[in-house]
């Protein structure tokens, strides 16, 4: 059964960087996916960034330019670099798996004010 276990969130100011990690059970290079998602007070969950077991990414439009997803297989991690962060990037951010109906993180808080 895969495991994530996410780290790195916190408070930042606008502008800042905060760069989250999803360390997963299992050789990330069977997961057909993975990605970020994140869920703001009051709203629905949306994807962030996704990349495929390809290396393929996608971002949200909201994120382009500003955050990178990567991976580093030999660690079975996913990073999320967030730059120039905004207090509207401030949401509850889960690591994911085989997509939505997949497995879910615990979820790490990103705050972003001043």
């Known amino acids: 059964q895969v495991q994530l276990v996410e780290s790195g969130g916190g408070l930042v100011q606008p502008g800042g960087s905060l760069r989250l990690s999803c360390a997963a059970s299992?050789?990330?290079?069977?997961?057909?996916?993975m990605g970020w998602y994140r869920q703001a007070p009051g709203k629905q969950r949306e994807l962030v960034a996704a990349?495929?077991?390809?290396?393929?990414?996608n971002y949200a439009d909201s994120v382009k330019g500003r955050f990178t997803i990567s991976r580093d297989i030999a660690k079975n991690t996913v990073y999320l670099q967030m730059d120039s962060l905004k207090p509207e990037d401030t949401a509850v951010y889960y690591c994911?798996?085989?997509?939505?109906?997949?497995?879910w993180g615990q979820g790490t808080q990103v705050t972003v004010s001043s």
């Open positions: 994911n798996a085989f997509g939505d109906r997949g497995v």
């Open positions: 299992v050789n990330i290079f069977v997961i057909n996916v």
């Open positions: 990349v495929t077991s390809a290396g393929s990414k």
